[in-house]
């Protein structure tokens, strides 16, 4: 079971990958989005940050193409 505290920790992180993912979106729409070029670490590893950003780009891309395709 999870304290308050972790609790409130897991709600900060999941809100603020959201605003990640928001601000990404709004650079996608606007144009101003550059490629990511991220160099994995030793050749294979990225390091969790770089995942991180990785991801909300995706899930950006994702919801942009939603916005524009209606599917």
């Excluded at 603020?16 to 030793?42: M, T, Y």
Aim: with cysteine; net charge negative.
């Amino acid at each position: 079971m999870q304290t308050l505290e972790q609790q409130y920790d897991m709600e900060l992180q999941e809100q603020n990958f959201a605003l990640l993912v928001a601000a990404r979106v709004n650079e996608i729409r606007s144009g101003s989005a550059q490629a990511l070029d991220f160099k994995p670490i030793g050749g294979i590893h990225y390091t969790e940050e770089q995942r991180k950003l990785m991801f909300a780009d995706k899930i950006a891309q994702a919801v942009c193409a939603h916005l524009e395709t209606g599917e």
